[in-house]
């Protein structure tokens, strides 16, 4: 049997509501610093939910990333925050920009998001039904299609590997990751820069709103909105956003002399097939616990090795049966359980962009020897309460080394993906 390669994360970046880039993000997760804020043309759209999880910075910033003629006519929010994300983390894992004639044949970009461009779409509407078609501009493609975040990012950075973009819901950035992984371990690859991004805005936010899944009785006092595992959740609050990471074979990296955040040692995505009480919106318990089992098997470990859990828990009446789910997959429960936190009760759920932010937070924790904490979960639910001992869910950032640390995301459609950090 040959033995596989193994995979290290070299470089990490991220825009988050609570952090436009990694050390300001991380000191607010440490913190427990929330970045959910009021949005006022929410207030003005008559939402029922008006507050969300909006990365915060000037637009002047973009010069930093963009040049003038990237900038013209831009109008993709989603496509902005991957660009950054992505950028600060290719500089951060210490390549440069590739300005040759030739391509890094053997570095690539997976990055995904859920839908790009809709404020440009939105323009680009209005341009043609007013007969003014001639007037859409050369980058309206561009910024519209799903591929437009792989592609911008994949030429900037001259990859000549596998550039594309993945796409599947809440699960797209974790999913992503893994495909990043598999590619280098068979050896196709030996850097790939992968991550997810997501819009933001009414467009985006309002179906869920018409849904009735948001909060809407936080409007005043935002931070307080998103409460994962919390008895008195009622909802999850949209976010947007991205996360990016420098995805690179361990012989590569030792090569370059790179720093190395942390390794990947596998993990797993399936379906629940929206049977069994899988749903479009709701996931089939069996394929979770199949999903969690897979990663850890494939990954070379036992279950008590688990030192914590990024989770999913969004602040929906799923929560708990996401930590039943944990507790049967992994066969631990009470004081055996590992720690559990959901980066979600700062940020909110950043959707196609949630894996990829989360997975990056679960990373830092490695490095940097913390477990942050859970805000608004004080009154933890009863259910949960009587899975796992209060202590391991804790509401204050804690030191402490972990070793290994699973972080999972399950999305609409019934997807799941679950991938296993370990650190270097």
Known sequence: MISKRRVVITGLGVVAPNGTNVSVFSKAIQNGTSGIRLIEILKELKFSCQIAGLPNYKKDYLNNYFN??????????????????????????????NDTDTPLWDAGVIFGTGILGVDKFREAIYKVDEGNVRRLGSTTVIQTMASGISAFLGGMLGCGNVVTTNSSACSTGTEAILMAYDRI??????????????????????????MRILPYKYNDTPAEASRPMSASASGFVPG????????????????????IYAEILGGHVNSGGQRSGGSMTAPNSEAVQQCIKRAVEKSGITADEVDAINGHLTATTKDSAEIQNWCEALGRKGADFPYINSLKSLVGHCLAASGSIESVATVLQLKEKFIFGNINCEDLHPDIESLVDRDKIPTKTLDFSANIIAKASFGFGDVNACVIFKKY
């Open 185 to 210: 371990t068979r050896g196709s690859a030996e850097i790939i820069l992968a991550g997810s991004t997501s819009d933001s805005g009414p467009y985006i936010w309002g179906g869920f709103d018409a």
């Open 68 to 97: 003038s003629i990237q900038l013209r006519g831009l109008q993709a929010s989603g496509m902005e925050y991957g660009v950054i994300s992505g950028i600060d983390a290719w500089k951060d894992a210490g390549l440069s920009i």
């Open 240 to 259: 947007s956003g991205a996360g990016a990471l420098v995805i690179e074979s361990l012989d590569s990296a030792q090569k370059r002399g790179a720093t």
